[in-house]
């Protein structure tokens, strides 16, 4: 009986040994993970640091870089500096009679630049004026062809050539009945702007001409432009202290007298319209 209650306590104290045992092993084991948790968390956060270190390290170069930088371009303007004060200095050293010679200039320097900026806005005044003037011209003569009337522009001066068969007969400064229509069209946009002053200069080809009381080309050349200007004033009313008549002769051609084409073109009436040269000296 002794024996058996005996093996029943080892038993009991085999088991009980058993369970603490266990007990603390598992709690060993919790431990070791809690210590395995905190062990990587440790570890990231190495790695963390590390790279914020690293990336620490390559901005403090770039600032550095910009400090360089920075330095260099403080010392330029310190350089600068010192020479703009001494230009400075070497200015203010002018005399009082200088000083007002250089307020002079700039004085002169406006009223030049006024002077200047008033003589452009009588230049777009005259331009303007001057392609109205066309304008109306080419409307008046309707659908004449270029080679019997030209109407152009050049360098600020309104030119209207008219073609020697359309104003007379060959070698004759009568004026035809036919070439008064178009005079008269010509006059009557004239007639429109009074202020307008212009030159009718006659024109021949190279070839020589005498008959009766003309001489030559050029007797040829300025009866012409007397006949036209006297239709001008006498038929269409054009004040005559506005015209003038002259004669060019052969002397300004403007095509190649070698030819009948050439020589035809060159045989013309030119219509002048005068600049008004007052409204500049003014």
Known sequence: MKVIYSGLI???????????????????????????????????????????????????????????????????????????????????????????????SLDNIGSKDQYIQGLQAAISRRDSLNMNLVINLKGAIGNLSDDDINIKVEKGVVYIDISDKLLFKSGRYEVTPQAKTVLGKVAQVLKNQPEIEFMVEGHTDNVSYHSGVLLDNWDLSVKRATSVVRILQKEYGIDPSKMAAAGRSEYRPIADNTTAEGRAANRRTRVVILPQLDQFFQ
């Open 10 to 104: 080892l038993c009991c104290s085999i088991l009980l040994f058993s369970c603490v045992s266990s007990k603390k092993f598992k709690a060993e084991q919790a431990k070791n993970a809690e210590l395995n948790t905190s062990y990587l968390g440790i570890q990231q956060s190495l790695a963390a640091c590390t790279d914020a270190r690293d990336e620490a390290t390559r901005k403090n170069g770039i600032l550095q870089k910009e400090n360089d930088n920075l330095k260099e371009q403080v010392a330029y303007l310190k350089e600068n500096n010192t020479q703009a004060l001494k230009q400075l200095q070497e200015l203010s050293v002018i005399s009082a009679s200088q000083a007002e010679s250089i307020k002079k």
